[in-house]
T-cell receptor, first 113, second 113 residues
Framework: SQTIHQWPATLVQPVGSPLSLECTVEGTSNPNLYWYRQAAGRGLQLLFYSVGIGQISSEVPQNLSASRPQDRQFILSSKKLLLSDSGFYLC????????????FGPGTRLTVL | GEDVEQSLFLSVREGDSSVINCTYT??????LYWYKQEPGAGLQLLTY?????DMKQDQRLTVLLNKKDKHLSLRIADTQTGDSAIYFCAESPVTSGTYKYIFGTGTRLKVLA
């Protein structure tokens, strides 16, 4: 069976500090991977998606970046956090060649102070 | 446009039926989804419906799809307090080419004992 992990679960960071959030998927190969952000009381905003190692597509301009150094690892980063980066970050995966279904990780709650 | 619309709040009494509505925009979507998000958690896939179906039933859940009006609904029979959560509908337009979801804003369901 497939599982998706995210860490850390919660993070409190000062403005201007760097960020690294990690997402890993087990039990599948060559998944499509996605990063979403959910602001407080809001819907989900797609930030990045990846169809393979080193292939990243950005959906919105921002001070965040994503990388996929390994097949089942997806990293969300920032060099300098802004207050507006606070939110709940969700990683999701989709099986290549399967249905469109995306499966979500447990999320990381980021608070920028 | 790419807006998927949902009402923001719904309140029902325990034991009643809940109906959560969603209006989507892209008729090319092959699948349409319902996800549940409990407080502080990721999104849990509840059910999905293939676009050539009008209805899908899964235990207490019934999904109705009206393709002509681009309207999707989720009915929860015998609603329980454990059903209190945010419910997101999502479409996956084929035209996106990369299986990107477009999420609704989410409907917060509150079940009153």
């Amino acid at each position: 069976s497939q599982t998706i992990h995210q860490w850390p679960a919660t993070l409190v960071q000062p403005v201007g500090s760097p960020l690294s959030l990690e997402c890993t998927v087990e039990g599948t190969s060559n998944p499509n991977l996605y990063w979403y952000r959910q602001a407080a009381g809001r819907g989900l905003q797609l930030l990045f998606y990846s169809v393979g190692i080193g292939q990243i597509s950005s959906e919105v301009p921002q001070n965040l970046s994503a990388s996929r150094p390994q097949d089942r690892q997806f990293i969300l980063s920032s060099k300098k956090l802004l207050l507006s980066d606070s939110g709940f970050y969700l990683c999701a995966w989709r099986r290549t060649g399967g249905t469109d279904t995306q499966y979500f990780g447990p999320g990381t709650r980021l608070t920028v102070l | 446009g790419e807006d998927v619309e949902q009402s923001l709040f719904l309140s029902v009494r325990e034991g009643d039926s809940s109906v959560i509505n969603c209006t989507y925009t892209d008729s090319s979507s092959t699948y349409l989804y319902w996800y549940k998000q409990e407080p502080g958690a990721g999104l849990q896939l509840l059910t999905y419906i293939f676009s050539n179906m009008d209805m899908k039933q899964d235990q207490r859940l019934t999904v109705l799809l009206n393709k002509k009006d681009k309207h999707l609904s989720l009915r929860i029979a015998d609603t329980q307090t454990g059903d209190s959560a945010i419910y997101f509908c999502a479409e996956s337009p084929v035209t996106s080419g990369t299986y990107k979801y477009i999420f609704g804003t989410g409907t917060r369901l509150k079940v009153l004992a």
